[in-house]
């Protein structure tokens, strides 16, 4: 019995332990299985993940397909504009501008008719420039629908913006107008705007359906009608300038033709008067000749002895013959040196010596007066191009003018040194100058200032021509600067080799 109950016990154990085993091991699949299912749930996540990124994938690929085709058709748009461009822009002719836009250009933009128009002042409508796809009478028929409706395209110019199918537009139903009137599906309508001259629009449309008009399309559409503004403007500024340089050059020629026959026409009657003059003056010297001839005769009272009185009177004759002589001698030269015919010995000449010689002729007159003569020289003056007795008389008309006109006491230089390719000699007095407003005339023919010394002392007022048309003879210049009461400065130049 006792066997029993300790086997039974034991056995009791043994059972006990076995389910306890057992139950332990079905604890421990049961959380296997709670782990294993959350594997599965785990992948199942990644599963619907790598699904969703795979779609993503899929729609991102059908994306960029979509951008690469309108970068394509982008690109080929930009080539045809840069054609356009290129076509257009290479002209200054506005007729030709609309001519160089071709239809294969404007079918790499995508546009299979194209047509533009520009206002006209003078007609009061819109005038078709371009016509791009479109029969002569469908380009007629545009063009009245347009006239009936200008008002809209005078706007849309004034606006300055482009619209199309895909914009939003002015006027409901305006899209369908337009393309019922144009004949297309969809459209681009650009303002033509140069700042020259009228002012227009751009039209490019498609009759086809499968196109996708883009913001692109619009943007290239504007760009190519602003260019062909610009190349409008430059034309016309173009045909303005020329017109200007044209009308220009005709006045000049015309100017110039009026020119030349009034010189020809002063040449001609300074031609004459130095004839008459000429002629004049070789007249009156014979009988003035024999006037002064007479008079001297009688005076010597070789024909009998003669009243004081009539003496006084012939020796007046005596002396206004020898100022007439002095003055008819005068018009002779300035007359033989206008019509070329007196005859010059120009040569290299020392200028030093031709002063001296002058200046010893004068120098008698300077001691009457107590005047001063300096010289001032540079040294190796170069030798000027001169005719040795013309070149005396210009020192001595014009020292001799200096003596005149100087008071006693005062002072007379005379100045040369080299100036450029010219010799320039100034001879300055002390004098009584002369007024600014007699300036301008004082190289004319018998041209004397009033003053109290003129009023005394007697002159011709030819002295001063005399020289200057030596000097003009040689190629040289001359001219004054004067002070009154301070004196004058007689400046001329001679040309060296
Ligand atoms: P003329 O001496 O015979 O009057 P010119 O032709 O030599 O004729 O001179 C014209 C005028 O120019 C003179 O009358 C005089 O009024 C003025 N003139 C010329 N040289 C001088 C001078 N050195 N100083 C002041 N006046 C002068």
């Known amino acids: 019995m006792y066997n029993l109950a300790y086997l039974v016990s034991i056995f009791g154990v043994i059972g006990l332990f076995i389910i306890f085993f057992l139950a332990w091991m079905l604890i421990r699949k049961i959380d296997k299985m709670k782990k294993l299912q959350m594997t599965v749930n785990k992948l199942k996540k990644a599963l619907e993940e790598m699904d969703e990124q795979a779609k993503l994938i899929v729609r991102t690929d059908m994306e960029l397909n979509k951008i690469q085709e309108e970068l394509d058709k982008k690109i080929i748009g930009l080539y045809a ?127 086809n359906t499968d196109v996708v008009l ?65 002629s004049v003056s070789h007249e009156l010297r014979t009988p003035l000749t024999s006037i002064k001839g007479y008079a001297a005769i009688l005076l010597e009272e070789k024909l009998g002895s003669l009243p004081q009185a009539v003496k006084e009177r012939l020796a007046k004759i005596n002396r206004h013959s020898d100022e007439l002589v002095q003055m008819v001698n005068g018009l002779l030269d300035i007359a033989r040196i206008e019509s070329g015919k007196m005859t010059m010995k120009i040569e290299e000449r020392d200028l030093k010596d031709i002063i001296d010689s002058a200046s010893d002729l004068i120098l008698i007159q300077c001691k009457n007066k107590d005047i001063k003569l300096a010289s001032d020289i540079q040294k190796d003056l170069p030798r000027v191009l001169a005719d040795r007795i013309q070149a005396e008389r210009i020192f001595i008309n014009l020292l001799g003018n200096a003596v005149k006109f100087t008071p006693e006491k005062g002072q007379i230089t005379i100045r040369a040194r080299k100036k450029d390719d010219a010799v320039q000699v100034d001879i300055q007095d002390t004098g009584v100058g002369i007024p600014p407003d007699a300036l301008p005339r004082i190289f004319d023919e018998f041209y004397r200032v009033d003053n109290p010394i003129n009023e005394q002392v007697k002159g011709t ?30 400046s001329f130049t001679l040309p060296v080799e």
């Open 214 to 278: 883009t913001e692109g399309d619009e943007e290239l559409i504007t760009i190519l009608s602003n260019q062909i503004g610009q190349v409008l403007e430059n034309a016309r500024l173009f045909e303005k300038t020329w017109l200007a340089h044209n009308e220009l050059e005709e006045k000049v020629e015309e100017r110039t033709r009026q020119v030349t026959m009034a010189l020809e026409e002063v040449k001609n009657v300074s031609k004459r008067k130095s004839d008459f003059i000429s």
């Open 461 to 490: 007022g030819l002295g001063l021509s005399l020289v200057r048309h030596i000097i003009e003879a040689h190629k040289g210049k001359i001219w004054v600067d004067s002070k009154p009461g301070k004196g004058s400065t007689f």
């Open 81 to 207: 504009l840069q054609k356009i461009s290129r076509a257009i822009s290479t002209t200054l002719q506005e007729n030709q501008i609309f001519k160089r836009i071709e239809v294969d250009y404007l079918q790499d933009l995508g546009f299979e008719k194209a047509c533009g128009f520009l206002w006209s002042d003078k007609e009061n409508k819109f005038i078709p420039h371009l016509n791009v796809g479109y029969l002569i009478d469908e380009i007629e028929m545009i063009s009245s629908q347009i006239d009936l409706d200008k008002k809209l395209y005078l706007n849309l110019i004034k606006s300055e913006k482009t619209i199309s199918s895909i914009s939003k537009l002015p006027g409901a139903g305006l899209g369908d107008k337009i393309n019922h009137i144009f004949m297309v599906k969809f459209f681009v309508i650009s303002p033509i705007l140069p700042r020259e001259g009228n002012q227009g629009f751009f039209f490019v449309g498609t009759e």
